[in-house]
């Protein structure tokens, strides 16, 4: 893909994996100039568009602090970068955006329902578990048959990474660091037995080689 040109890019996000990490990578694969910084928090959380993370600001050249471009939501910051850096699959044709989109939601829809549940007060734990798992299970199952309706080749589009693979990447790997600790079966409807499908796409992308320092580092946690 090609670098970033003139543009830099500063991602203020926490330090630690979850919602930002598709962008990080993201950032790696379109060979960026980025860096990442760390707001005080809640300190500077009045500081932030809506008063939340992560938040992009893409600088140019030409840019002073007041022209830069600032951009908040996850979806939003993912959705540029992947334009920005040809990781949309036909970017063109707007049904094909949507799904897309739509698979991407999916699997955030599930990364947040098992934080819901794994981070949740006590008493509604049982509720939070029986919403991931049917999260969970109705995801894997429909994206299983996107997968192998696309080749089974390790791609949710074409034969090449998209956004979509680059979301389901991260998210489990973020799932994988996270949680691993706390509970030994608990992403058991994820493993390759379950869905082989999707563990090939996180196979594939784990192997891009601009990724291979990230995903080292987050494999450390």
């Known amino acids: 893909m090609l670098a970033s040109g003139s543009s830099t890019f500063t991602l203020r996000y926490f330090d630690f994996p979850s919602r930002g990490e598709a962008t990080k990578a993201l950032l790696l694969l379109g060979g960026a100039e980025w860096e990442h910084k ?3 928090w809640p300190q500077e959380k009045s500081l932030q568009p809506v008063g939340r993370l992560p938040v992009l600001i893409e600088h140019s050249a030409s840019d ?3 022209t830069s471009f600032t951009l908040s939501e996850t979806a939003a910051i993912e959705y540029y970068l992947a334009t920005k850096y040809g990781y949309i ?3 063109a044709d707007p049904k094909c955006v949507a799904r897309q989109l739509e698979l991407r939601a999916h699997i955030c829809d599930m990364y947040t329902a098992f934080a819901e549940w794994k981070l949740g007060p006590d008493e509604v734990a049982p509720k939070n578990k029986k919403i991931f798992n049917t999260t969970a299970g109705c995801v894997v199952r429909f994206h299983e048959q996107v ?3 696309n080749g089974s080749n390790g ?4 034969s090449t990474t998209t956004l979509v693979d680059i979301s389901l990447f991260t998210n489990i790997l973020a ?3 996270v949680f691993s ?3 030994p079966d608990m992403l058991e409807l994820l493993n390759s037995d379950n869905a082989p499908e999707m563990n090939r796409v996180i196979d594939t ?3 891009e080689p601009a990724l291979a320092s990230y995903v080292a580092e987050l494999t450390k946690l």
């Not at 791609?155 to 074409?158: A, E, K, L, R, T």
């Open 205 to 207: 992308v784990s192997a």
């Open 155 to 158: 791609h949710y589009f074409g």
């Open 147 to 149: 997968l192998k309706e």
């Open 175 to 177: 799932l994988r660091t």
């Open 89 to 91: 699959h036909q970017p």
């Open 38 to 40: 760390v707001p005080a």
């Open 181 to 183: 600790g706390l509970d």
């Open 64 to 66: 002073s602090d007041d």
